[in-house]
């Protein structure tokens, strides 16, 4: 069973940065697709971005640019660099991961089938 683990979540001023990591660890050469979502206060669990085995990646349109997702497939790591932060990115960030079952495309939490416990984000203006 692969399992996931963020971290470098914190808090930061408006316009700083954050890199998060996710580490995979156990059987993880069956996951082939990673992401990461976030779910501010109260609201729904949100599509970030993500990146296949193979390195293609893909954002939320009104994430690129600011928000670069990496992998270091050596150390089974992926990375969330998050730049030019403002309070509504603050929120839970998870990572996920899809190794099985139905694919509803990259955006829906619904495809993946591995996940996080999630790291806190705090943005302060």
């Known amino acids: 069973q692969a399992q996931l683990m963020e971290s470098g979540g914190g808090s930061v001023q408006a316009g700083g940065s954050l890199r998060l990591s996710c580490v995979r660890s156990?059987?993880?050469?069956?996951?082939?697709?990673m992401a990461w979502f976030r779910q501010g206060l109260e609201k729904e669990r949100e599509w970030v971005a993500a990146?296949?085995?193979?390195?293609?990646?893909d954002y939320a349109d009104a994430l690129k640019g600011r928000f670069t997702i990496s992998q270091d497939t050596a150390k089974n790591i992926v990375y969330l660099q998050m730049n030019n932060l403002n309070v509504e990115d603050s929120g839970i960030y998870y990572c996920?991961?899809?190794?099985?079952?139905?694919?509803?495309?990259?955006?829906?939490?619904?495809?993946?089938?591995?996940w996080g416990q999630g790291t806190q984000v705090t943005v302060s203006s």
């Open positions: 990146i296949t085995r193979e390195g293609r990646t």
């Open positions: 156990g059987y993880t050469q069956s996951i082939y697709h």
């Open positions: 996920a991961g899809a190794s099985s079952g139905s694919w509803f495309g990259v955006q829906r939490p619904e495809s993946y089938n591995k």
